[in-house]
């Protein structure tokens, strides 16, 4: 029922119950899940998730945050485990100039570097952005061709435009469930909803009711309640439209 296009169970607070948590989806209506990367060591974690299980599909990519760590060889071996049938995307990808973890040169040459990958695979990114607002619109302008999502999107309508304008997606986490939430609800209500994503981002962003509770796909229903909600359409509704815009962007059959 629900498609969860955007988790991390790689994540360590998964270690002591990863598998019986897998085993639950089905159960609470979670049919599809992405992993996505956000290092080597997440990405083929990634992988080998999606072989275990025939619901899970993976992404491979340095978050901003690691961008520090690669090498000039990082963008081959990504290379390589993006040939993975079940790898569907790049990512995920970007700029994070609120903790700066990373120097902001080496972020921009190993973002513009990712998306590179990106276009000459032919596979759309997963972009991350965080108080790297005017960079990061600047250096997706480059790759118009490319299809990509801005994941955990909370920003303005103005800047919701600009991506939606390139033809790109907007994706969704429990953040629309809390109180302050103005602008991405102004966003859902307001653009196509051929162009919308449901995510978690598990572990983090657990929604309401579920707030400083370790998230989970299991949550991704409260998530889709709130998008049914401002579109002012059924659960099922807004459940079978968010599955198919994810299938058709992650080029799922």
């Known amino acids: 029922m629900f498609?969860?296009?955007?988790?991390?169970?790689?994540?360590?607070?998964?270690?002591?119950?990863?598998?019986?948590?897998?085993?639950?989806?089905?159960?609470?209506?979670?049919?599809?899940?992405?992993?996505?990367?956000?290092?080597?060591?997440?990405?083929?974690?990634?992988?080998?998730?999606?072989?275990?299980?025939?619901?899970?599909y993976a992404s491979v990519g340095v978050h901003p945050h690691d961008a520090k760590s690669m090498k000039d060889s990082s963008i081959d071996e990504l290379e390589s485990l993006a040939a993975h049938p079940k790898?569907?995307?790049?990512?995920?990808?970007?700029?994070?100039?609120?903790?700066?973890?990373?120097?902001?040169?080496?972020?921009?040459?190993?973002?513009?570097?990712?998306?590179?990958?990106?276009?000459?695979?032919?596979?759309?990114?997963?972009?991350?952005?965080?108080?790297?607002?005017?960079?990061?619109?600047?250096i997706i302008k480059e790759y118009r061709d490319l299809s990509g999502v801005f994941h955990c999107f909370s920003g303005s309508w103005e800047t919701a435009k600009i991506i939606l304008d390139m033809g790109?997606?907007?994706?969704?986490?429990?953040?629309?469930?809390?109180?302050?939430?103005?602008?991405?609800?102004?966003?859902?209500?307001?653009?196509?909803?051929?162009?919308?994503?449901i995510e978690t981002d598990a572990p983090y962003l657990s929604p309401e009711p579920k707030r400083g509770r370790r998230n989970s796909s299991l949550y991704v229903r409260y998530i889709c309640e709130k998008v049914a909600?401002?579109?002012?359409?059924?659960?099922?509704?807004?459940?079978?439209f968010t599955m198919d815009n994810g299938k058709h962007f992650f080029g799922i059959v």
Do not use: C
């Not at 569907?88 to 990373?102: K, N, Q, R």
């Open 87 to 138: 790898v569907m995307a790049i990512g995920e990808i970007g700029l994070d100039f609120h903790y700066d973890f990373s120097p902001r040169d080496v972020q921009r040459l190993r973002f513009r570097e990712q998306l590179e990958l990106a276009r000459r695979l032919g596979k759309p990114v997963i972009i991350h952005e965080r108080e790297a607002l005017q960079d990061t619109l600047e």
């Open 229 to 240: 909600e401002v579109r002012g359409v059924s659960l099922e509704e807004a459940a079978a």
């Open 3 to 56: 498609f969860d296009t955007h988790a991390h169970y790689d994540d360590k607070r998964f270690n002591e119950d990863r598998d019986k948590l897998m085993m639950s989806m089905e159960e609470g209506g979670v049919s599809l899940i992405l992993n996505s990367g956000s290092s080597m060591r997440s990405s083929k974690f990634g992988i080998a998730l999606a072989e275990k299980y025939p619901f899970v």
């Open 168 to 197: 790109w997606y907007l994706s969704f986490t429990g953040i629309i469930t809390f109180k302050n939430a103005r602008k991405a609800l102004e966003v859902l209500e307001r653009m196509p909803e051929d162009r919308i994503l």
